[in-house]
């Protein structure tokens, strides 16, 4: 009899062994599928070449505007009368409406389509049509250039406010007056901005040393924000298409 129920104990402890270790493999599949699952999916054409610049850059085709991205492929339609570059906007990140405030960030990109303005997505998907009383107030950061342009007998040159005194001493210039014209774009590095520079008729992009960064080799430089907000510099070789280069002189 002793050995009856000493046969059935074992027996018992066997299966309830067994089914703790099913148990324990079905918790692990679900572990193992739920890990699966929460695993982020990576856009392939959001992959950047270039980490100093954006991965969607804006491109123009029979007026309207859209997106591309870094190898030159078409995400986002020219379907926009205007486009500005996925960066934040203060206005909404500052909103009364708390709601609205996430689509301030950089993720998301400012176009106008039929008078309207909206914040589209990286997938071109409009998610936030502008309302006025959405809008905040953007805080006031004003930084003072270090540098400026000079004209000197109708000639552009570079000067450091805080070392120029003397025109007549041409160890007080940065870059002695010697260009056609001269204009020092807005950017992050005060101590080494970036300058639009015309020589025989020929724009080119310049540094304080007087370097050439790009060539001068275009009918046009814009002169707006495109450099400090996308390290990017928007350029036209005919005065009517323009389109946009890195600091390498690499066209998208």
Known sequence: MKNIFTLLLLSFSTVLFAQKKTVNTKVNLKKTAAQKKTDPKVNTDLIKINDSIPALIP??????SGFINQKGKII????????????EDCNLLNSPNSKVQ??????????????KDYRIDMTG?????????????????????????????????????SKFHDASDYRHFTIYPQFQY?????????????????????FGIIDVTGKVIIPFEYEDIKRNYSWKIGRL????????????IDIANKAY
């Open 59 to 64: 491109y123009k085709k029979e007026g309207q």
């Open 76 to 87: 986002i339609p020219a379907i926009y009368s205007n486009v500005g570059f996925f960066t």
């Open 102 to 115: 996430k689509f301030g960030s950089k993720e998301y990109a400012s176009v106008r389509l039929d008078g």
């Open 125 to 161: 998907k409009r998610i936030y049509h502008f309302n006025e009383s959405d809008l905040g107030q953007c805080p006031f950061q004003f930084k003072s250039q270090l540098f400026h342009a000079y004209i000197l007998n109708k000639a552009y040159g570079i000067i450091e406010d």
């Open 182 to 202: 001269l204009h020092i774009l807005e950017g992050d590095d005060l101590k080494n901005p970036m300058i639009i520079a015309v020589k025989n008729d020929q």
């Open 233 to 244: 510099f928007e350029v036209t070789k005919d005065g009517e298409n323009y389109f946009f």
